[in-house]
T-cell receptor, first 114, second 110 residues
């Protein structure tokens, strides 16, 4: 039972390069999320998708785009990476869109932008 | 801005001792959740407490919620080295997605 799978686990980019972080869940969950975690800042919500076909901005959406490709997959794209986007990125999912449900997290992608 | 703020930022205790960490939040909530993160891993859900509940238990975990003070506490009894991790509270104040605090880093030494 894989749960939430993120790829890649590590990535180094040069400023201005683009890349897509992939996330897939096998729990038939409706809602998916992207968070970033920075030292001393905790987790901050970038984008979320309450259900297939919908996406919404979180706290820190600037510089990112997302695609809810299907019910399983939710990707995060950096069009022109900046050093400020150096962070650990976590994808998460939950059964429904209700906030009384627990989130299941992937193991993270550590991204460095030079 | 962050909704939940954990306190203390870091906590060091000996095995067998109890660990208490607190979470304060700013606006009304319907529920509050606690998560654990081991080093280099994703977060794992521990417990959810609803706004109409005052206390909840799960194994060695005890969570309290005081909505009048807008605060919650997580107590881990008889701590073990394996409890070494960061602990985060998360609230539904945004009404659309969970908002996490900055976390408390717990170190349990044997």
């Amino acid at each position: 039972n894989a749960g939430v799978t993120q790829t890649p686990k590590f990535q180094v980019l040069k400023t201005g390069q683009s890349m897509t972080l992939q996330c897939a869940q096998d729990m038939n969950h409706n809602s998916m999320y992207w968070y970033r975690q920075d030292p001393g800042m905790g987790l901050r919500l970038i984008y979320y998708s309450a259900s297939e076909g919908t996406t919404d901005k979180g706290e820190v959406p600037n510089g990112y785009n997302v695609s809810r490709l299907n019910k399983r997959e939710f990707s995060l794209r950096l069009e022109s990476a900046a050093p400020s986007q150096t962070s650990v990125y976590f994808c998460a999912s939950s059964q429904g869109g209700g906030l009384n449900e627990k989130l299941f997290f992937g193991s993270g992608t550590q991204l460095s932008v030079l | 801005s962050q909704q939940g703020e954990e306190d203390p930022q870091a906590l060091s205790i000996q095995e067998g001792e109890n660990a208490t960490m607190n979470c304060s939040y700013k606006t009304s909530i319907n529920n509050l959740q606690w998560y654990r993160q081991n080093s280099g891993r994703g977060l794992v859900h521990l417990i959810l407490i609803r706004s109409n509940e005052r206390e909840k238990h799960s194994g060695r975990l005890r969570v309290t919620l005081d909505t009048s003070k807008k605060s919650s506490s997580l107590l881990i009894t008889a701590s073990r080295a394996a409890d070494t991790a960061s602990y985060f509270c998360a609230t539904d104040a945004r009404r659309t997605a969970l908002i996490f605090g900055k976390g408390t880093t717990l170190s349990v030494s044997s």
